[in-house]
């Protein structure tokens, strides 16, 4: 099947090209045409493979998810603990290295910003940051419960801890100079330590440094 490969090459040529062009003009300005030209191939070429530009920017953010999975997915592999696995996630999306992506990173924050005012852009956008949510849920649960913390303000936790991602991407594509290099990773990992450390142990427990012991509660009660 001749026909595959040379498919293939044009549909990620053009989801390319709109990842250049959101990022250079956002998507309002992302039409068919200028992703056209940013992706080097005919306006008919573009309509070709693609129903119209909704249908390309369910698959960037699709794609810009699995690159983003796969960032974690490649630090998380070498994780011994939840405690590691945490922090992976959080290098995975804040610290630099071979796979950072900053067209990524531009493209996703201005995908944000149209989904202020663009109900079909709205709706791709909250089910990838459902999406995050969620694996940001299952680690700090597993790292609360590995030191013994309760868990009662989970949903909170992660929803500041996207927050603090979200506003480093807007930071690095629009004030990259004046915010310390590097800051972000370290930064939120400190935050995150901070909070576990404060949070109430579950009942029963005791923590001292990162070791779980149990007690021995007295007549049954909390």
């Known amino acids: 099947m001749p026909r595959k490969p040379n498919t293939e090459l044009r549909r990620q040529q053009i989801v390319d090209g709109l990842l250049r062009t959101i990022a250079a003009q956002g998507y309002t300005g992302a039409t068919i045409q200028a992703i056209a ?3 080097g191939l005919a306006p008919g070429l573009v309509h ?33 603990n939840a405690r590691e696995r945490l922090r992976a996630y959080i290098d995975a999306r804040l610290a630099y290295g071979s796979d950072a992506n900053p067209d ?23 089910r ?65 330590e901070r909070y576990v450390a404060a949070e109430l142990p579950v009942a029963g427990h005791a923590v001292a440094g990162k070791k779980t012991v149990r007690q021995k509660s007295k007549g049954g009660q909390r």
């Open 104 to 126: 990524a990173v531009a493209a996703w924050v201005m995908i944000g910003a149209e989904a202020v005012r663009e109900p079909d852009v709205r709706e791709i956008y909250q």
């Open 37 to 39: 030209s940013a992706s």
């Open 48 to 80: 070709y493979h693609f129903r119209d530009k909704r249908e390309i920017l369910v698959t960037l953010v699709e794609q810009l998810g699995a690159y983003a999975a796969s960032r974690f997915q490649a630090r998380a592999a070498v994780a011994a």
């Open 128 to 192: 990838a940051v459902r999406q995050e949510i969620a694996l940001i849920r299952r680690l700090l649960r597993a790292y609360l419960l590995e030191c013994g913390k309760r868990v009662h303000k989970l949903d909170a936790f992660a929803a500041g801890l996207l927050a603090f991602v979200e506003g480093v991407f807007v930071l690095a594509s629009n004030a990259r100079t004046l915010v310390p290099t590097g800051f972000a990773a370290d930064m939120a990992a400190a935050w995150v």
